[in-house]
Each structure stands twice: as structure tokens, then as C-alpha cells.
């Protein structure tokens, strides 16, 4: 089935791709191999500012985290032209803004994973990284960035 389908049927409409905010690129291919820059959570086209474990949950950090996969997907739009030369996505890593007693980043973090299998069936099932930090920037509560693979 074709990944735009599958984006339809989840009632997912892509939004434009991020530009970088300083001096780096928002995807990078070598060989088969596109690395996409961190993207952080927004809310309404503005960073989504918390700390998990001071002033937001994990269920509604979980919804960051799928937000962000969005517009991760949406990047793999803009450099491939067409996601579905898109062949596996291969690792995750989040940042959890978090309080250093906070330990669900893993939880938040399936936001993003339940996605990337929703839209990409086995093949966006990956490895990943989950990790609390003291701080992201802009104060965004949750910021991912991915490795997939191409054709």
C-alpha cells in the first residue's frame, strides 16, 4: 500500500518541511542512509514547552512525540520527493525534557515509535534511544531525531 495512503486513512495531512534555525541541514543522505537533524515538539506552529516530571504528563508528551514523527515524516517527504522510496526506518532517538526523577522517557517516546509502524507497517519498526535531559532548546518538551533508509 502506498505510504500516502496509509497517512490518508490515519487522517494525517503532511505539513510543510521544517527549515533549519542555524547552521545545519534538516536531512543529510550517505549511500542508502538519510540522518534527519532533531526536531523538536510544536503546538499550534510553536515550540511545545514542558518538563516532564515538573508541568506535563506522559500522555500529553506522547502526543508531542507523535506530533514530532509527523513532521519527521514530512522532512523524509521533502528530501526523497517520494516516501515511498522509503525502505525501513531504521533508529529513533529522543530527548526527554525532563526532571532528573522523571524515568517514562521510553513511554514518551512509543508516541513517535506507534506512529512510524502506523504509517510504514514493518518497515518503520526501528531501534531507538530514549534519553531525559535537563534541558531542549527553545524549552520544547520532547525533541527526536532519525535515521531511515531509502531504495
Known amino acids: 500500500m502506498s505510504i500516502y495512503k496509509k497517512l490518508d486513512e490515519l487522517g494525517i495531512e503532511l505539513p510543510t518541511a ?15 542512509l538519510v540522518y534527519l537533524s532533531g526536531h523538536i515538539a510544536k503546538k499550534d506552529g510553536q515550540p511545545w514547552i514542558g518538563k516532564l516530571g515538573e508541568n506535563m504528563t506522559t500522555d500529553m508528551a506522547c502526543l508531542a512525540a507523535r506530533s514530532i514523527a509527523i513532521d519527521l515524516i514530512a522532512t ?27 524515568t517514562e522517557q521510553h513511554r514518551v517516546t512509543n508516541g513517535a515509535s506507534e506512529l512510524f ?16 535531559v535537563i534541558q531542549l532548546p527553545l524549552g520544547a518538551c520532547v525533541e527526536i531525531e532519525l535515521i531511515a533508509e531509502v531504495k
Open 18 to 32: 521544517a527549515a533549519p534555525v542555524a547552521a545545519y541541514s534538516m536531512s543529510m543522505q550517505s549511500g542508502k
Open 117 to 132: 509502524v502506523s504509517v510504514f507497517g514493518a518497515s518503520g519498526k526501528h531501534a531507538r534511544s530514549a534519553a531525559g
Open 76 to 102: 523524509l517527504h521533502a528530501h526523497t520527493g517520494d516516501l515511498n522510496q522509503v525502505s525501513r526506518i531504521v533508529k529513533l532517538f529522543s530527548l526527554v525534557n525532563s526532571t532528573p526523577d522523571y
